[in-house]
């Protein structure tokens, strides 16, 4: 089994409490409201929200997956970070990966603004390599959900506050 790891940070003009909330508290009433094309519904499994949360997430009529589990590792609401495994789904077995494990930090930028750093370890089966389109194509779509919350954010100034 190997390990693969990718780093990303972005920048976000909402202020890190209101983006943790929205983003990553409750983002799964949030994008199946503004995307249902990307997001349809997520159906808690196990948990009541805090860690060991094991979630189901169902993608929209347009993608090439049916559906992945998460299962939340940690969640520090006073520091803005998120940790989370995606643990089951065809998105991992067609490309087989065991899971993958996220970090992700909203840090308080000096406009009052987020800067967004996460990190995500590919756990591969056997001595399969990640490859790169792979890992941007879904920094992409993470990236272009990301943009539609932060712009739901701006044009609902009231929300998430």
């Given at each position: 089994?190997?390990?693969?790891?990718y780093?990303?940070?972005?920048?976000?003009?909402?202020?890190?409490?209101?983006?943790?909330?929205?983003?990553?508290?409750?983002?799964?009433?949030?994008?199946?409201k503004?995307?249902?094309?990307?997001?349809k519904?997520?159906?808690?499994?196990q948990?009541?929200?805090?860690?060991?949360?094991?979630?189901?997430v169902?993608?929209?009529?347009?993608?090439?997956?049916?559906?992945?589990?998460?299962?939340?590792?940690?969640?520090?609401?006073?520091?803005?970070?998120?940790?989370?495994?995606?643990?089951?789904?065809?998105?991992?077995?067609?490309?087989?990966?065991?899971?993958?494990?996220?970090?992700?930090k909203?840090?308080?930028?000096?406009?009052?603004?987020?800067?967004?750093?996460?990190?995500?370890?590919?756990?591969?089966?056997?001595?399969?390599?990640?490859?790169?389109?792979?890992?941007?194509?879904?920094?992409?779509?993470?990236?272009?959900?990301?943009?539609?919350?932060?712009?739901?954010?701006?044009?609902?100034?009231?929300?998430?506050?």
């Amino acid at each position: 089994m190997g390990v693969f790891t990718y780093e990303t940070e972005f920048t976000s003009i909402i202020p890190p409490a209101r983006l943790f909330r929205s983003f990553i508290l409750d983002v799964d009433n949030l994008i199946p409201k503004i995307a249902p094309q990307a997001i349809k519904g997520t159906e808690i499994l196990q948990g009541d929200g805090k860690p060991g949360t094991i979630k189901k997430v169902t993608f929209g009529e347009g993608s090439q997956f049916g559906s992945v589990t998460h299962k939340i590792d940690g969640i520090d609401k006073d520091n803005f970070v998120y940790n989370y495994s995606l643990i089951e789904g065809d998105v991992l077995s067609d490309h087989k990966i065991e899971k993958v494990s996220y970090e992700t930090k909203l840090l308080a930028s000096a406009d009052g603004g987020t800067a967004v750093k996460s990190i995500s370890n590919y756990h591969t089966i056997a001595d399969v390599e990640i490859k790169e389109e792979h890992v941007k194509a879904g920094k992409e779509k993470a990236s272009q959900l990301f943009k539609l919350v932060e712009g739901y954010l701006l044009a609902n100034p009231e929300s998430y506050n």
